[in-house]
């Protein structure tokens, strides 16, 4: 059971050393390999495109506020609000601002191409009712004044000052039950018609990344509202991003019932 090795010393078989791997064992831990790849890399691939997402919106937002910091010293306006001119239009108050970004595609709201024309649409950030039990669909974005940045950014500027009165604008709402549905009358026509003031000045949207999706607010798209204030009161959980690195969204299938 043994013999002489080099230096003429006894040595036995059994404390030969195995090294190799049978095929079976090499198949085996590839197998798991593959399996733990499979459970973990989804997770790994998703925090990876939060971060880029997070990154980007972060960007496009310290653009707009050094755009409206330097178009409230060019133009000599007293704050953030008076930028929006009275009697300015949405594309006329959008030019002044576009003139302070690096634009390379501008699209008036006046016409329906460039930009994504009207096919291009934002997905609501949470699921909620349309106020007729249905699940709501996306926005179309066709009142803004839009261009597109050099970075792949769309930016959306509107204009809500009102002539009248400064910086407010008004929205309209309706009676609704305690699921969210209009309350309709016996013609099937929405009740208790009003006007809600809001105190801003305009509305600034933003895609972070353009068109390439997924095009949903609190992914990748927001909305901020600009006062008469010396600041940016942010809409569409912005805050979140910026304060807490956190994208804020509904992961959701549109259309069908609200409520099933």
Do not use: W
């Not at 495109?49 to 496009?60: D, G």
């Not at 106020?131 to 709501?136: D, K, L, M």
């Amino acid at each position: 059971g043994g013999g002489l090795d080099s230096a003429g010393g006894l040595f036995h078989a059994s404390g030969l050393s195995r090294s190799a791997f049978t095929l079976a064992e090499v198949l085996i831990t590839l197998g798991i390999i593959g399996v733990v790849a499979a459970m973990t890399m989804p997770s790994l691939i998703g925090k990876y495109q939060e971060k880029v997402l997070i990154n980007q919106a972060k960007k496009s937002y310290s653009i707009i506020q050094n755009a409206l910091v330097l178009t409230k010293a060019k133009e000599e306006a007293s704050s953030y609000g008076d930028i929006f001119r009275a009697d300015n239009t949405s594309d006329e108050t959008a030019d002044i601002i576009f003139k302070n970004m690096q634009v390379v595609e501008r699209c008036y709201s006046d016409t329906t191409k460039g930009c994504g024309g009207t096919s291009y649409k934002i997905k609501q950030q949470y699921r909620k009712n349309d106020g007729y039990g249905n699940v709501a669909g996306s926005s179309i974005l066709t009142k803004y004044s839009r261009a597109i940045l050099k970075d792949g950014t769309i930016i959306g500027i509107t204009q809500t000052k009102y002539p009248e009165t400064a910086c407010q604008n008004y929205y309209t709402t309706y009676d609704k039950d305690a699921d969210g549905n209009y309350i309709l009358d016996a013609d099937g026509n929405r009740t208790g018609e009003r006007l809600v003031p809001e105190k801003d000045c305009g509305h600034i949207f933003f895609d972070v990344n353009g068109l390439k999706g997924p095009n949903q607010y609190g992914q990748d798209a927001y909305l901020i509202y600009v006062t008469d204030n010396d600041y940016v009161q942010s809409l569409g959980r912005i805050n979140d991003v910026l304060s807490k690195n956190k994208l804020t969204y509904d992961k959701f299938q549109e259309g069908g019932k609200f409520k099933e």
